[in-house]
């Protein structure tokens, strides 16, 4: 960690991409997890959405193609993490703006047309890894706004017996040390990740862009629920807003 304090400041972008994935394997390396990564390969310039069950997910991700997250503000001002955040062009999303929601889509527009990839967890909080809960539409604007494509990612974690295991799960009242002695109690996790080829978003209403992609990501998951889910009234009111 005092290495990447260190160097990380002092270095171009494209070394911190590369250091993003070398750091990112050697963490999943240092918790015993396994990483095993199927489907198409990662096309740059693409928005990655995928399922969220941990902490680990962000890792996972990094490990195999080095992005921008889009994440909520608080996180800049935790120690450490929100100033690490910051360095890897984190995105930070303050909600109930709608000058805000502006200035967010044309920075997430800018990394894409750099070539960069930007990640985000479309369902907007963590589960056990057993279902895949409603996509937030509005999450997806950047990338009809700027033309470029969204890229479905099925995260999943397994034992040593190729079944679901729960013990990466960062969700409910589980605590950040709780979830560690999980993983750490854990013989073996593998932690899988299969990639759908890019979907398209010119002339697409994001709602169905959202539902696309979540359909992708479910059927990479045979083992998991597709929980049913009223329409968002969150997207509702947002593409309200963006309309008056």
Known sequence: MLTVVAIYPLTPRATHRRLCRHWSQG????????????????????????????????????????????????????????????????????????????????????????????????????????????????LLQPAIESGHAIQPMAISYTDTKGLHTRAAAYDGDVSLGQCIASIVAEPRIVARIDTAPPLGTEGIHRRDLAAGARAAILERLPHVEAVQAAPDERDDCEASRQAA
């Not at 120690?79 to 200035?103: C, D, Q, Y």
């Open 27 to 138: 963490l999943l390396a240092l918790l015993g997890i396994d990483l095993q990564t199927t489907g198409a390969p990662v096309e740059p310039g693409c928005l990655l959405v995928a399922n969220h069950i941990s902490w680990l997910d962000i890792f996972v991700i990094n490990a195999i193609a080095p992005s921008a997250f889009i994440s909520k503000a608080e996180v800049r001002t935790w120690p450490l993490i929100g100033w690490l955040a910051a360095k890897n062009e984190t995105v930070f999303l303050r909600r109930g703006s709608r000058g805000h929601a502006k200035i967010i889509n044309a920075e997430i527009g800018a990394l894409l047309d750099a070539g960069r990839n930007v990640a985000l967890f479309p369902e907007g909080t963590t589960t056990d890894g057993s279902h895949v809960l409603h996509f937030h539409a509005a």
